[in-house]
């Protein structure tokens, strides 16, 4: 079991004061911490963007992959040795932008990582673009007279492409962050976790205040995460209540085989420790004959 | 003794299986066969054929037949020009019309009823392909015990009753055949003979690259499915219980080499395979492999570009490709193998690379390559995995002071990888330049020091792992024909032509296409006489790198792009037409087929 300090590196933040990414990986840290995961053990890969930077303060494995491209490399990881927790970080831009295509059919396929998407709504990185989690009519660099293009739903898409883990935090919430996080750790199968975060340089419509006047939580709403008609219905009330209300808790969850289950070369255990079969190679060779 | 058999029929007859039960047979006759498809990119009609040239040592194909069997009149029409002089055609009139003479005076006409046959003896439609296969090898004086055998191995699995009705419907062809064809047979002057009993493979480029990676350690493919690679994965994915390998099917070839990536970080041997336009999307990746230090193999089977462009045919256009995609300066190894054996090997050598000096490396083979059937001994599976300064969880255990410099500056540039698993071995690895210990760096010297450190690992490459190119034949040629990857037994039979007439031709063939040994290089070039580049594209791209890293200029150049591999009688001819001009004449020379009918609409052109 590693302590919250020996999780972090000593690298010093390159986030902007007051950026929900602080938040955002000491209740990741906390949560890892608490459910006694070894550091070694474990593989963050991040995306590029500002969250790209997760994997160079979090003292576990790492791997810096490209904008939009952290869940693939994850998934590799996980299928070449299922004892690993496995977590994929990136942004809004990153996840349901440019690496939408792996966000869709990670649902699906059910590979047993934890997916954190820092929901910032805005391109941070690169100083302020409309995201797809921008709000129609938002002012941006990239939209200086008014997104034209609707707000994408990851929560809505996530449970209906298959999702078996469909949940959202607010990063002003640390406690309820981290017992969000945990579940997902510990769901066996892909577990997306939306983080509703603001952009404290960027974005200049959804601040804290914002977010905090909003957010509420499904918990303690009586919401049911196995009732998939409710978690799809809560998932569409960020906008049916025109941004009144916006739920946060874990949406929908439900127990599925995870791809690694209904592999049966994996049955035997990780990929890793399986030898080369070279007699059944050579045996091979005599059905070209 | 040689002979060139040819069946062709539309998309859905089975024409391919035929082929390959065709080549089978040859091969365990104690004889050598290439078994080659062509075909157009659609599922039902069009023109596909399969040519088996079968002899004693034979390495690649011919474009004339002796033997024709046409299933429909497309095959007529394509091949009227195609068939050697006292040559015959099998065809079935119920189906497939043939006015007398239409092939010349000097060829036989043979009128078997397929359909009819198959049918009478209890088979169905697409079963006339075994009866044409019987009717071939009487005409061709080959053992039907061989072929016999053949099918009985395939459908022992449906069963003895599918067995018996597959023999005794090869029986029927080759029966009808010596009953009633007798004196045609007597006149027909190629024959094939069995020569020994033999054990020996039918296999494809691809089939031969997918063993040789799983013989090297493969156990996680990705890939996204893209003629001509997509045989490896099928191969890969039918073998996936039996070999304990994941194949795993992705949404893009983005993610293909992206789970690669991330299996090879973790410490399992990982690859993927594409065409050119899933390796476009594969570039940025490439980058991020090599970036990161982590090591990912790519079988790259090239088809005609750009784009989508001809999706069943062939060429050797993305070697640039291979050598510079994606942005930035950075080292990868580039290897094209030859002939089934070289697929094995470096397929499996590949891993190998890739793992010791922890970059890309790019195995090119092309659509003739890789679906093109050679017979070939049994592979050798002595097989020597070594995964370079790979830390393991049950090796010496790291300090656990500091955090661990992954990216340490060595003499060779290669810094020991930890996988994860392994305690004291956590950082960071990834797509931002960096420090010794991973993390980000925006220090100029750094900088610097990190592009050295990756670039120095050519040094070790040049001297313990390149290979020159080989050169086959007499060292005192007068002169050399150039190639690489797939061309090598097209160009030593093109030699073989040249030199039974009187020349002194040798090959040169480049397996290793980067990095080059500069020096060794142009010592070698400087012994050679004349020199021709074969090459299958339009700009002489090895030509183009000899040149940047050797300085090396051919003298002539004969280059094909039109769809096609060069034909070993195309080579000699265009060299035998510069010896007539004193070698004089052009020093570019493109080699282009004037065939005037067009594949997929399996009709002339009439545009
Ligand atoms: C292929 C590619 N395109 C564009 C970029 C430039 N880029 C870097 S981060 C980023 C967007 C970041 O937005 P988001 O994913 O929402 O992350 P944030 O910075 O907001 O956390 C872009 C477009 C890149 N690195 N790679
Ligand atoms: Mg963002």
Redesign the interface.
Known sequence: MSSIQELT???KPQWCPGCGNFGLHMALKGALSELGIP?????L??G?GCS??A??YI????????HG?SV??????????H??TVIAEGGDGDGYGIGS??F??SFRRNIDLTYIVHDNSIYGLTTGQASPTSQHGMKTKSTPHGNLEMQFNPLAVAIAAGGTFVARVFAGDMAHMKEVFKQALQHKGFALVDVLQPCVTFNKLNTFAWWQQRVYKLESAGHDPKNKAAAMEKAFEEMSSNYSKIPTGVFYKEERPTYVDE????ASGP??G?????A??????EE?? | MEFIWKIGGEAGMGIMASGLTMC?AF??GGLSAVGYPEYPSLVRGGENTFQIRVGEDVHAPLKKNHLVVCLNRPTVDFHREQVYENGAIIYDSSATKIEPGEFGADKALLDVPLLRLATDNGGDVIMRNTVALGASIAFMGYDISLLEQVLAETFARKGQQVVDQNVKIARAGHDYMLHNYKAQMESFKFKIRKKSDS?????SGN?AIA?GA??G?L??F?AYPMTPSSSIMHYIAQ????????M?Q???E??AV???????????R?ATATSGGGFSLMA??LG?SAL?ETPVTIFLAQRPGPSTCLPTWTEQADLKFALNASQGEFLRIVLAPGDMHECFHYAARALNLADKYQLPVILLSDKYLSETFFSCA??D?GVK?ERGKMITKDMKPLPLNA?YKRYLITKDGISPRP??????????????EHFEN???AETFSVRAAMVDKRMRKINSILKEDFEMPKLYGAEDAELTLICWGSHKGIALEAAKILNSEGMKVNVLHFVFLFPLDAKNLKKLFRKLNRTVMVENNRTSQLAGVLKEYAGFRPDFKLLKYDGRQFFPEEIASEVKKLKEKNWKGKKEIHVIDNLPYDYLQAGKVER
């Open positions: 590196t000593k690298e550091k070694e053990k474990t593989v890969v991040s590029v790209g930077k994997s160079h003292n576990t494995y790492g791997f810096e992959s490209l491209r693939t490399v994850a998934s590799g990881v996980k299928l070449a040795n004892g690993l295509a792996h869709l059919h592999s049966p070369q994996l990929l890793i399986h030898a080369v079969k070279s059944e190679i050579e045996k091979a060779f070209f004959m | 089978k091969t365990r054990r020996k493979m039918v296999i089939e063993l799983a013989a350690g156990k996680l990705s073998k996936e219980l039996d070999f304990d390998i994941i795993k992705t949404e893009d983005i993610a992206q789970y690669a990536i991330g299996a090879n970080f973790a410490g399992v990982a940025e990746s991020l990161s049994k592979f599976m995995i955090r996988i994860p698993g392994v305690i004291g071995g956590e950082h960071v690895s990834g797509s931002y991973g993390y980000s």
